[in-house]
């Protein structure tokens, strides 16, 4: 923590909550191997509200939850240093899924891991710790196991789910297992995202968007540059963070994005007023690090990138402080903003494709929905019957 440059008093708080954690678990048989989201949810949601611990025990929630969630990522960097010799069948069957997500269907790292997550949810659920026989997997398995997210997640959620176990039935029939009844058994869902026009914002309200970043401040001209990739490039919010200093070429005016969701690079030009905004927070805004991302962080830890989540975040401040915190929020909507400024100046779906990313044309059609002059140039009179 001091390498990260957290402050004396926090490394005081954080160590003071692991040993009232440690105190905890020395009453209760709790190894080390234990330690994880289940034993920190008892620990805060159940012992600490009763907590009758002489003192000095520590009992600042917040603090708390913070030093443990920080626990728990150095014990599973621990874990994965060391190569463990009781792997489940489960994992040996996920660890060849993972290597055909990443080499043969060239996903992104962020999709093969939900997707692997997923599996590994369905595959603990029927066998656990047992070996994998897919003789007794049924069709009516796949339907219930789905059907049971229903009541939980919407729709496009329930997509992700189908998609992962989809792709897993796929791996299994290049291994030569059939899966053809299982894969049939998987419910089509409803395409409601279809159904409803998507979310974009105005000229007026962009530009309120970007003058509510207070530039006289470093984490102000980050996130004002981050926004300016946004909108005026339409990168994803994963894109943004994964950028580095290498990336950027100034004599050529290009931008190179290396670490995209389809796997693919790509060279976009770099506008001056985006390159402007990426500049001056690299001369006034960018701590010393010895990280080459170019979006890091300001606060401990240092000499990280900043993750998605923050970069989210922040726009979500700014949608705040302009006043759309009701009606927008996250990075992607700058992204559709982009492609409907850009179908309203007459530009090819297929150009908007090209610059966004898009392996199908179809995704980038929705867009069109939302123009709404050329949509008004096509639209047949009102003769005021009601039919």
């Given at each position: 923590?001091?390498?990260?440059?957290?402050?004396?008093?926090?490394?005081?708080?954080?160590?003071?909550?692991?040993?009232?954690?440690?105190?905890?678990?020395?009453?209760?048989?709790?190894?080390?191997?234990?330690?994880g989201e289940t034993a920190i949810r008892e620990f805060i949601g159940l012992h600490l509200p009763i907590c009758a611990c002489?003192?000095?025990?520590?009992?600042?929630?917040?603090?708390?939850?913070?030093?443990?969630?920080?626990?728990?990522?150095?014990?599973?960097?621990?874990?994965?240093?060391?190569?463990?010799?009781?792997?489940?069948?489960?994992?040996?069957?996920?660890?060849?899924?993972?290597?055909?997500?990443?080499?043969?269907?060239?996903?992104?790292?962020?999709?093969?891991?939900?997707?692997?997550?997923?599996?590994?949810?369905?595959?603990?659920?029927?066998?656990?710790?047992?070996?994998?026989?897919?003789?007794?997997?049924?069709?009516?398995?796949?339907?219930?196991?789905?059907?049971?997210?229903?009541?939980?997640?919407?729709?496009?959620?329930?997509?992700?789910?189908?998609?992962?176990?989809?792709?897993?039935?796929?791996?299994?029939?290049?291994?030569?297992?059939?899966?053809?009844?299982?894969?049939?058994?998987?419910?089509?869902?409803?395409?409601?995202?279809?159904?409803?026009?998507?979310?974009?914002?105005?000229?007026?309200?962009?530009?309120?968007?970007?003058?509510?970043?207070?530039?006289?401040?470093?984490?102000?001209?980050?996130?004002?540059?981050?926004?300016?990739?946004?909108s005026d490039l339409g990168l994803r919010g994963q894109e943004v963070t994964q950028l580095t200093l290498d990336d950027i070429?100034?004599?050529?005016?290009?931008?190179?994005?290396?670490?995209?969701?389809?796997?693919?690079?790509?060279?976009?030009?770099?506008?001056?007023?985006?390159?402007?905004?990426?500049?001056?927070?690299?001369?006034?805004?960018?701590?010393?690090?010895?990280?080459?991302?170019?979006?890091?962080?300001?606060?401990?830890?240092?000499?990280?990138?900043?993750?998605?989540?923050?970069?989210?975040?922040?726009?979500?401040?700014?949608?705040?402080?302009?006043?759309?915190?009701?009606?927008?929020?996250?990075?992607?909507?700058?992204?559709?903003?982009?492609?409907?400024?850009?179908?309203?100046?007459?530009?090819?779906?297929?150009?908007?494709?090209?610059?966004?990313?898009?392996?199908?044309?179809?995704?980038?059609?929705?867009?069109?929905?939302?123009?709404?002059?050329?949509?008004?140039?096509?639209?047949?009179?009102?003769t005021g019957r009601q039919l």
């Amino acid at each position: 923590m001091q390498s990260q440059r957290y402050s004396e008093l926090t490394i005081r708080h954080y160590l003071s909550a692991l040993a009232h954690f440690n105190h905890w678990a020395d009453s209760r048989p709790l190894a080390v191997a234990n330690i994880g989201e289940t034993a920190i949810r008892e620990f805060i949601g159940l012992h600490l509200p009763i907590c009758a611990c002489p003192k000095p025990c520590f009992r600042g929630r917040l603090e708390i939850g913070a030093a443990l969630r920080r626990l728990l990522l150095l014990l599973q960097q621990l874990v994965e240093a060391e190569p463990s010799s009781a792997s489940t069948p489960v994992s040996t069957e996920l660890l060849g899924f993972e290597h055909y997500l990443a080499d043969m269907c060239g996903l992104a790292v962020s999709t093969s891991s939900y997707r692997l997550r997923i599996v590994r949810s369905f595959l603990d659920a029927y066998f656990g710790v047992n070996p994998i026989d897919l003789s007794l997997l049924s069709p009516q398995c796949v339907e219930d196991w789905i059907i049971g997210f229903t009541q939980r997640y919407r729709p496009s959620s329930l997509g992700v789910i189908r998609a992962s176990l989809r792709s897993y039935f796929r791996y299994l029939t290049l291994r030569g297992n059939p899966t053809n009844s299982l894969s049939a058994a998987l419910p089509v869902l409803a395409r409601c995202h279809e159904a409803k026009l998507i979310k974009t914002m105005t000229a007026a309200q962009l530009e309120g968007f970007l003058r509510s970043f207070d530039l006289t401040q470093p984490t102000g001209l980050r996130d004002f540059a981050m926004a300016r990739c946004l909108s005026d490039l339409g990168l994803r919010g994963q894109e943004v963070t994964q950028l580095t200093l290498d990336d950027i070429d100034w004599r050529a005016g290009t931008l190179t994005l290396r670490k995209t969701k389809v796997q693919r690079v790509r060279v976009l030009p770099l506008p001056v007023i985006t390159g402007t905004a990426i500049a001056k927070y690299l001369r006034s805004g960018r701590p010393e690090t010895c990280n080459r991302r170019l979006f890091v962080r300001h606060v401990a830890p240092v000499d990280e990138p900043l993750g998605r989540h923050a970069a989210a975040n922040a726009m979500n401040r700014a949608f705040t402080r302009s006043g759309l915190g009701s009606q927008f929020s996250g990075t992607h909507v700058l992204r559709r903003t982009l492609a409907t400024r850009l179908q309203g100046c007459g530009c090819s779906l297929k150009a908007i494709a090209d610059l966004l990313g898009h392996r199908e044309l179809r995704t980038t059609t929705r867009y069109a929905q939302v123009d709404f002059e050329r949509l008004r140039r096509i639209a047949l009179p009102w003769t005021g019957r009601q039919l």
